[in-house]
């Protein structure tokens, strides 16, 4: 995938969670997608791993329905069974480099740094994206931290110099703020998959993005 490719890949960055999924809540997913997610990440915390491969599996199933990647959070292991597109990391999770080694040079993968150090030797190490936040704070992720942003946003796009999304607290109303920001998209969990009508949360988020770009 090339770098600009990406870039619009990361547009609309939704987190498929299956414990932030009210019932039906693959239902959701799929009318995000039909409204312009534009990649889907799964992210399951808690379960067994046969458990966690036939959840992802189904996702990735409508990721390629809409032909959009399709990448697993934190567990490569679960990414290389499936055929998945990458995998988005962590600081405890395994390193970038050596996900690199292992998966690579075409697979897409993810980091969310906490320091300057740690953006710095992730780009070195081959990250394709940075994930940032939380930008406004969020109450989807129990470990999120305090709220960093925008200026945090702009700082880490300048020093990576390869795609940012922002996430946390991301509403069709401040999208366009973290784009204009020096992101290249958004990832949101709740503001699509637990929406009253998800696909018109999605076209809402898809717009701001895309007018700010």
Do not use: W
């Amino acid at each position: 995938m090339s770098p600009e490719d990406l870039r619009s890949a990361l547009r609309l960055y939704l987190v498929a969670d299956p414990d932030q999924l009210i019932p039906g809540g693959e239902g959701a997913i799929a009318l995000g997608l039909k409204g312009g997610v534009t990649c889907i990440q799964y992210r399951g915390k808690s379960g067994t791993d046969r458990e966690h491969l036939i959840k992802a599996r189904a996702l990735m199933g409508l990721a390629r329905h809409f032909d959009v990647p399709f990448l697993i959070n934190d567990r490569i292991d679960i990414a290389m069974a499936l055929g998945a597109d990458g995998v988005h990391l962590g600081v405890d999770d395994m390193p970038v480099n050596f996900a690199r080694q292992l998966c690579g040079p075409d697979f897409i993968i993810g980091y969310s740094p906490e320091t300057d150090d740690q953006v710095r030797l992730a780009v070195a190490h081959g990250a394709s994206y940075l994930g940032v936040g939380p930008v406004f704070g969020t109450q989807t992720k129990a470990d999120a931290g305090p709220a960093i942003g925008l200026d945090r946003i702009t700082a880490v796009a300048e020093m990576a110099q390869i795609p940012v999304i922002g996430i946390g607290g991301i509403t069709p109303q401040n999208a366009g703020s973290v784009v204009a920001a020096g992101a290249c998209g958004v990832a949101v969990v709740s503001a699509i998959s637990k929406a009253t009508d998800p696909e018109q949360a999605a076209r809402d988020l898809r717009a701001a993005v895309d007018e700010s770009l």
